[in-house]
């Protein structure tokens, strides 16, 4: 075996190694890197943080968006299509927010079972178009919900 | 392949090669930022904001490549000592902290009307940092030892090691829940970007890339002569002294 290929093969081996370090690690810190639960998460599973902050992600279900009269109270729900959370927000919401978004709201449950947030952002997807085009697809049927028939 | 690994070689092909990359990346990219800013329409959901996608999006993909190369250049450089492996990672290496930087920047100029916010702690914006970083380290290791040859080969292990990142960054956005949107253009089942929106997005990607590999050729041959001056700075100094001695 010559010098180059020895260090050919070392530098494979290490590399093997480093993936399933890697692997290891991530799958071992997968709560941690996730950005947001989803309320299924939130009302299944049973070691969710109660004491800090949590963010929750989902859909604005539909006609659900109560606009605050005066004072700056959202209140909209959340949902997955499987589990709804009653939100609860005082501020100013992102430009993109609507009904039938992804948004991210951060907070705790409180005891009434309201989700009492501090923060929500708007997720966007990521189909980018033309007003044209997303208007002549709604027009189609083709639109459904936030997501476009296959 | 192993030809062009010559530096004398190198130096006679670049010359001939960069008017051809260089008119055609100042024209792509003038193009794609004409298209992009006067010639594409609007976004149902974001309106106007949608152009920094035009930016953003083709450094995001330079960053990643970028990277790949230069690691790939690294580990040859390791196991089949060529003599251009490191000095083109070297020279790619500043390039690629500049993508990214303005990717992260476009990023978070996009994010806080879209989202609400410069910047979250999610796994994509994370590990685009992250990468960040390992370009910064990758400089400073080099310029980290007197001698050049061990500067070389403790960066090329930091890039080998890095490389790691590349697939979480790509990944990110399917294995955790992420603010950040998942891909648009690069996925199995074909783009979700109207083609009104797609061909700019191309053209400045094609530009990127020709004004990558521009820069490339110009700083790796910066770097050679750079390398020739200092051996002779150093034959030099010992021809002086051996002469002083006698």
């Not at chain 2, 060529?82 to 303005?102: E, M, Q, V, Y």
């Not at chain 2, 992420?178 to 400045?204: C, D, N, R, W």
């Not at chain 2, 110009?218 to 051996?242: D, G, K, S, V």
């Amino acid at each position: 075996m010559t010098r180059k290929r020895r260090r050919f093969y070392f530098l494979i081996s290490c590399m093997i190694t480093l993936c399933i370090a890697a692997a290891l690690v991530l799958t071992a810190i997968e709560d941690k890197i996730t950005f947001f639960y989803s309320p299924t998460d939130l009302v299944l599973k049973k070691n969710m943080p109660r004491a800090q902050q949590i963010r929750i992600g989902g859909l604005v279900k539909r006609d659900s968006w109560k606009k605050p009269f005066n004072g700056l109270t959202h209140k909209f729900i959340i949902t997955d299509l499987q589990y709804d959370i009653l939100v609860s927000f005082k501020g100013i919401i992102p430009d993109i927010f609507r009904e039938g978004q992804g948004v991210v709201v951060l907070g705790r449950l409180t005891e009434n079972g309201v989700f009492q947030a501090s923060e929500v952002l708007a997720k966007h997807d990521e189909r980018y178009m033309p007003p044209e085009v997303a208007d002549a697809l709604k027009q189609s049927g083709k639109w459904e919900g936030n997501k476009v028939k296959q | 392949m192993k030809k062009y690994a010559n530096p004398a070689r190198f130096n006679r092909l670049a010359t001939k090669l960069i008017p051809w990359l260089a008119w055609p990346a100042g024209l792509c990219i003038s193009l794609g930022i004409f298209l992009g800013l006067f010639n594409s329409p609007p976004d149902y959901q974001q309106g106007e904001t949608v152009r920094i996608m035009y930016i953003h999006v083709p450094s995001a993909w330079m960053a990643l490549f970028i990277y790949t190369t230069m690691s790939i250049a690294c580990a040859s450089g390791l196991v089949w000592k060529h003599p251009l492996a490191h000095i083109s990672a070297r020279a790619a290496a500043p390039i690629g902290a500049c993508f990214t930087f303005l990717c992260l920047l476009t990023g978070s100029l996009w994010g806080k009307p879209m989202w609400g916010a410069w910047w979250v702690w999610d796994a994509r914006l994370t590990s685009v940092l992250i990468l960040f970083f390992l370009y910064l380290g990758f400089i400073a290791l080099h310029h980290a030892f007197d001698d050049p040859a061990r500067g070389e080969r403790s960066a090329a292990v930091l890039a080998i090691v890095g490389i790691i990142n590349v697939p979480i960054i790509k990944f990110s956005v399917d294995w955790w829940n992420t603010l950040h949107q998942p891909a648009s253009v690069l996925k199995l089942s074909g783009p979700e970007i109207h083609s009104t929106m797609l061909y700019p997005l191309l053209i400045m990607a094609t530009g990127f890339m020709l004004y990558f590999s521009v820069i490339l050729i110009l700083r790796m041959r910066t770097l050679m002569l750079e390398r020739r001056i200092r051996i002779m700075r150093i034959n030099n100094i010992y021809q002086t002294a051996t002469t002083e001695k006698n």
